[in-house]
């Protein structure tokens, strides 16, 4: 018997509620067996307390399982600044993959592909959309995986900064199947690092913690390798990828999100905004550090969906039509 219908694998607490709340709310609805799969521990002695307090964000991954009606799962890989101090550096934490990652990419495909060999038909993964080497980890063992369909969701609040999501397609030497919109054009070199710069110099994350000199620096030093080692375009398409919406009407505006079980209609993801602030507002640990307030959560959720051209907000997800050579 398979032990879920549906995994969806989140690098580390909080990107699957943060970036395909409503994916996975759909399939629950549709009563399918839906299993959150947590790769990494953030545990460590040393660092900010909103990345190191191991217990609070635990604690965080279960409520929205159990405010979502998931099964939650943990596997025992470390988080990538624990498992090697090079990552301490944003300059290599958001950098290609190196070669020796290889075996812990092939322990995750192996973990994947056990719950694939138990029945389940599908798995939803990172894109790996701005570049952290541990959802390009989950990424690139989801790409592997034989025996069942595989999605993969935007990364989010990496994807609601402009020219992330082509840039990552890049890397990824994808071409696009299908309708495109204005989220997945490319700009001038110029107004790729200006958007990137202006995301991370607003984020509560720098802001709060350096100066603004200090935080120049930083910045500068996360983007060297969008600077000196992402392609422009891709070079041969060699995978494909196809798009799939999932959008919603959209309910007046509210202050704070309605308690998840008062949400009307919640089958039919009416009020799809509320469903993802009602997942995001589980993290209380994390959700501080890239916006100030739900509101401004809301605000730039919105705002991606426009730029796709849509009315309200929208979660997007891919498929690969070609799929990757082992």
Not at 187 to 213: I, K
Request: with cysteine; aromatic share 8%.
């Amino acid at each position: 018997m398979a032990d879920a219908d549906v995994l969806y694998v989140s690098p580390h607490a909080d990107d699957v509620a943060f970036s395909a709340a409503g994916q996975l709310a759909r399939d629950v609805a549709a009563g399918d067996r839906v299993t959150l799969l947590t790769l990494f521990d953030p545990a460590h002695e040393d660092g900010p307390k909103s990345f190191s307090d191991r217990a609070a964000r635990r604690a965080e991954d279960e409520a929205f399982a159990r405010a979502f009606g998931v099964t939650l799962e943990r596997a025992p890989f470390a988080d990538a600044i624990v498992r090697r101090r090079r990552y301490r550096s944003p300059q290599r934490l958001f950098a290609p993959l190196r070669a020796d990652e290889a075996p812990l990419v092939d322990e995750v495909r192996a973990l994947l592909q056990a719950h694939v060999d138990r029945g389940c038909a599908r798995v939803v993964a990172p894109l790996g959309v701005g570049g952290h080497v541990d959802h390009q980890i989950a990424h690139r063992a989801s790409s592997f995986l034989r025996g069942s369909s595989v999605r993969y969701y935007e990364d989010t609040p990496y994807v609601l900064t402009p020219y992330q999501l082509p840039r990552r397609l890049a890397r990824l030497d994808a071409e696009v199947v299908g309708a495109r919109d204005a989220t997945l054009e490319r700009g001038t070199v110029r107004a790729e690092l200006g958007a990137a710069a202006s995301s991370w110099m607003s984020a509560p994350l720098l802001q709060d913690r350096l100066g603004p000199r200090l935080r120049k620096l930083a910045v500068a030093t996360i983007l060297t390798p969008e600077w000196t080692r992402w392609p422009r375009r891709s070079r041969t398409g060699a995978r494909r990828f196809a798009a799939e919406l999932l959008e919603a009407a959209e309910p007046p505006a509210v202050a704070e999100p309605p308690a998840f079980a008062e949400l009307p209609a919640f089958a039919e993801l009416r009020h799809l905004v509320d469903v993802k602030l009602r997942a995001i507002a589980c993290y209380s640990s994390q959700w501080p550090l890239f916006y100030r307030t739900l509101d401004e959560w809301r605000d730039a959720l919105a705002a991606y969906g426009r730029r796709m051209g849509r009315a309200g907000v929208v979660e997007r997800s891919w498929c690969e039509v070609t799929p990757a050579a082992p």
